[in-house]
């Protein structure tokens, strides 16, 4: 029966980090030992005191029906607050609306913005969904390639040549998933050169990882001068705040794009959980110390990965500043075999690495990157030393193909 399905459907790709979970799990259901380096989700509960709001919410009876569309108005409140503090980005509450997640915050830009044929540039190595969601709203994604040599950095040339009189917008993640770079204060400003240059061109700046940040310093391209106007700002509170699943993203953005998400969406989903909008609040009003101990404990994973990955022949990697994942070139492997399994691609190798060595990663190509693979080190550091151990040994397992 699945001719009855929508053109727009069956072109569509699973997302490959989903896939790769879902292979995951059904392996461990099955009995076998497998680690899961392929997820981005944090390992860590949600900080007491938020858990404690959503409790209090409930128990007061206040939260059970259905919330404003945009979000709470002082949750509102509180995020253009810490846009304001935190980050220098100029905003209002009527400018915030509140989500099902950052990812669906994402999607309802490029459904509000994009018509049949508009191009969004991507820096690449991008997340795996943006391509998706601008092809399913209309749009044509336009990657600029960063390459390892220069952090993925993608260069300001690269963004000048890739504008065209169809560019609507311009996506990039930062810090970055996959590759847990952080753009420098010069290159986002750099950035905002180029952008200034094309009054037809909005920038989407993802900042999902906001917290998980390595240096201390992070430029939000919406508070430079010249931007204001310009920019849709998104984050949310899975990352930072161990809150995967309570599904709650926002965006900030121009006044006009705000108001038209806020119908699309609506028209979709309509409002965030209340009870997870009480949650957000209280993880906005709280202090950080929790946020700050989960990012110290990255850092020290990402160190001991660095090191454990230094061993293994043919991996090349850069050190990232943020967020909790390695993205280390692969095609040394590439030609490869162990007798029984050739590589052929990273593709390859990842299922290669599942079935021998029992460690789940993510290929590259899902990211725009098909040399290099994604590793999440969001789990404990006893489990990481296992599995990448376990990755040594299976890689050490393959030679040149005759």
């Known amino acids: 029966m699945d001719h009855f399905l929508s053109d727009r459907i069956q072109s569509l790709p699973q997302s490959a980090t989903l896939a790769m979970h879902q292979q995951t799990m059904d392996l461990k259901a099955q009995g076998h030992d497998i680690i899961n380096l392929s997820i981005g989700e944090p390992d860590f509960k949600t900080p007491l005191h938020i858990q404690q709001a959503a409790k209090e919410a409930i128990d007061s009876g206040a939260y059970f029906g259905y919330p404003p569309v945009a979000g709470y108005a002082d949750l509102r409140e509180a995020i253009a607050e810490k846009l304001r503090k935190e980050n220098n980005i100029p905003c209002k509450p009527n400018q915030i609306v509140v989500s099902n997640g950052a990812k669906q915050s994402i999607a309802n830009v490029f459904s509000c913005l994009l018509n049949p044929g508009d191009e969004v540039v991507v820096y690449a190595p991008y997340w795996v969904s943006y391509i998706s969601m601008i092809a399913l709203a209309g749009g044509k994604p336009v990657p600029i390639i960063g390459e390892l040599a220069n952090d993925f950095e993608a260069t300001p040339q690269q963004l000048d040549r890739a504008i065209t009189p169809k560019t609507k917008a311009v996506i990039f993640s930062n810090p970055c998933n996959p590759t847990g770079h952080l753009f420098a204060k010069k290159t986002v400003e750099a950035m905002a050169a180029v952008v200034q240059k094309h009054d037809h061109v909005l920038v989407i700046a993802d900042e999902i990882y906001e917290y998980i940040n390595f240096v201390g310093e992070q430029t939000s391209i919406g508070a430079l001068p010249g931007m204001e106007g310009r920019v849709v700002t998104i984050n949310g509170f899975s990352k930072g705040f161990a809150m995967t699943g309570w599904r709650v993203g926002y965006m900030a953005a121009p006044l006009w794009l705000a108001k038209a998400c806020e119908k699309f969406q609506g028209q979709t989903t309509s409002a965030a959980s209340s009870i997870a909008q009480r949650a957000a609040l209280a993880a906005m009003q709280g202090g950080r110390k929790e946020v700050v101990r989960m990012k110290e404990a990255y850092c020290k994973r990402r160190s001991l990965c660095l090191a ?95």
Do not use: W
């Open 308 to 402: 454990l990955l230094a061993e293994i022949p043919g991996l090349r990697c850069n050190k990232p500043l943020g967020a909790f994942y390695l993205f280390p070139e692969v095609r040394d492997y590439f030609g490869c075999t162990n007798g029984k399994t050739t590589i052929h691609n990273a593709d390859d190798l990842c299922i290669y690495l599942l079935r021998e060595a029992h460690v789940s990663v993510v290929t590259g190509s899902a990211f725009g990157a098909p040399s290099c693979i994604r590793i999440s080190y969001a789990i404990d550091e006893e489990q990481l030393q296992i599995a990448l151990q376990r990755m040594k040994e299976a890689l050490l397992k393959l030679t040149k193909a005759a």
